[in-house]
């Protein structure tokens, strides 16, 4: 199947500070990206849809100015935490979506993130 | 009311057993069905899509109940292997094929 990477694979970081989480889909080409979020015994929860070369879609109770999405290259999409804080610790998982790979959404490892 | 539904478990069942999960869906729109498998601290593997005449691949089977809003996993001969949360996923075109994923069941098969 299609291979999804994400990179840290694991962060530990202050609060306050700024986070980047980069998704790369491996071997075929994104036209979308989804980005989850996962806290402890509870279901993936969406937080945003990304289209190549256009502003991300958020889900009802998301910060905008806070998870910034960019998704510039049919490859890459990145998610940056700004101004973290502790309650921002969770599992991001993103997930690409190919017409070329059939309509399946392939997730990416997950990033474990610690705000301390 | 979530959008879907499922038995947070655990269920523990010794290894060779059949164990069978529910999940309800609330959006009569839905279009798409599918059972993913995640293993502790990693992401969801898709484990089967979920088609309305219902479908097996090996020992699960996958049953769907359009009317009921009822999606179901039956898996037989359970091995050590099995053990996992299975996440009950449906989503519509008119989300734009986002993805809803329930809590998850927990299975522990035991030895």
């Known amino acids: 199947g299609a291979v999804v990477s994400q990179h840290p694979s694991r962060v530990i970081c202050k609060s306050g500070t700024s986070v980047k989480i980069e998704c790369r889909s491996l071997?075929?080409?994104?036209?979308?990206m989804f980005w989850y979020r996962q806290f402890p015994k509870q279901s993936l929860m969406l937080m945003a849809t990304?289209?190549?070369?256009?502003?991300?879609?958020?889900e009802q109770g998301v910060e905008k100015d806070k998870f910034l999405i960019n998704h510039a290259s049919l490859t890459l999409s990145t998610l940056t935490v700004t101004s973290a804080h502790p309650e921002d610790s969770s599992f991001y998982i993103c997930?690409?979506?190919?017409?070329?790979?059939?309509?399946?959404?392939?997730f990416g490892p997950g990033t474990r993130l610690t705000v301390t | 009311r979530k959008e879907v539904e499922q038995d947070p478990g655990p269920f523990n069942v010794p290894e060779g057993a059949t164990v069978a999960f529910n999940c309800t869906y609330s959006?009569?729109?839905?279009?798409?069905f599918f059972w993913y498998r995640q293993d502790c601290r990693k992401e969801p593997k898709l484990l089967m899509s979920?088609?309305?005449s219902g479908n097996e691949d090996g020992r699960f089977t996958a049953q769907l109940n359009r009317a009921s809003q009822y999606i179901s996993l039956l898996i037989r001969d359970s091995k050590l292997s099995d053990s996992a949360t299975y996440l009950c996923?449906?989503?519509?075109?008119?989300?734009?094929?986002?993805?809803?994923f329930g809590t998850g069941t927990r299975l522990a098969v035991r030895p």
């Open positions: 997930s690409a979506y190919g017409t070329s790979v059939s309509y399946e959404q392939y």
């Open positions: 071997d075929f080409q994104a036209t979308t």
């Open positions: 990304s289209n190549e070369g256009s502003k991300a879609t958020y």
């Open positions: 959006n009569s729109a839905s279009q798409s």
């Open positions: 979920v088609y309305s």
């Open positions: 996923v449906v989503s519509s075109k008119s989300s734009g094929d986002k993805l809803t």
